[in-house]
């Protein structure tokens, strides 16, 4: 079983749409979460930290179930300019210390 | 800050060079990781430093790749000889700490092996 799983998508919305990103986890150990979003031919950057009682930046909203081993990623009023890839991110510490593990992402299309 | 600067951002080399990639982490961090990443297999971790010592290279796919941290400020990831499975965007990212902040990663280096 993979360490992050994710929908691969792809999602293709319209402009002014509310999306969401689910994303599972396997080592309940975990402590750190995270979105990173990749456009096309480019490096991961970080969209947004996951926190337990969940947390909103501007359009973006990211949710995390503990019991549940889920993170979410809503965005609401879509742009164009939000078409990329999200990574679901993962830390883990129940083996290494400091790994980090990426889910292979969902791609996101809106469209005029 | 200038970011994760790697280098170079494009190679390409023939089966059975050495291929070698530079990564200059982000001044003051002090953890460094090495990625791969392909269509298949989407992004894998390869070896991780802090200050400047390996710490897990259970990543590292055999003996052909190697990892180096001489200092805080430069390390080299080193294939040889290169294959043509070897092709993939392979990044550098830094941070400044092991697991509780965000990694910075580099543009990457997209390496084609022919």
């Known amino acids: 079983r993979k360490e992050v799983e994710q929908d691969p998508g792809p999602f293709n919305v319209p402009e002014g749409a509310t999306v969401a990103f689910n994303c599972t986890y396997s080592?309940?150990?975990?402590?750190?979460f995270f979105w990173y979003r990749q456009d096309c031919r480019k490096e991961p950057k970080l969209l947004m930290s996951?926190?337990?009682s969940g947390n909103e930046d501007g359009r973006f909203t990211a949710q995390l179930n503990r019991a549940s081993q889920y993170i979410s990623l809503l965005i609401r009023d879509s742009k164009l300019s939000d078409s990329a890839t999200y990574l679901c991110?993962?830390?883990?510490?129940?083996?290494?210390?400091?790994?980090?593990?990426f889910g292979r992402g969902t791609q996101l299309t809106v469209w005029p | 800050d200038a970011g994760v600067i790697q280098s170079p951002r494009h190679e390409v080399t023939e089966m059975g060079q050495e291929v070698t990639l530079r990564c200059k982490p982000i001044?003051?961090?002090?953890?460094l990781f090495w990625y791969r990443q392909t269509m298949m297999r989407g992004l894998e971790l390869l070896i991780y430093?802090?200050?400047?010592?390996?710490?897990?290279d259970s990543g590292m796919p055999e003996d052909r790749f190697s990892a180096k941290m001489p200092n805080a400020s430069f390390s080299t990831l080193k294939i040889q000889p290169s294959e043509p499975r070897d092709s993939a965007v392979y990044f550098c990212?830094?941070?400044?700490?092991?697991?509780?902040?965000?990694?910075?990663f580099g543009s990457g280096t997209r390496l084609t092996v022919v």
């Open positions: 996951v926190y337990s």
């Open positions: 001044s003051g961090h002090n953890s």
């Open positions: 080592n309940s150990a975990s402590q750190s």
């Open positions: 430093f802090n200050n400047n010592v390996p710490i897990d």
């Open positions: 991110v993962v830390n883990d510490r129940g083996s290494t210390l400091g790994r980090l593990y």
């Open positions: 990212a830094s941070s400044p700490r092991r697991d509780l902040y965000g990694y910075t």
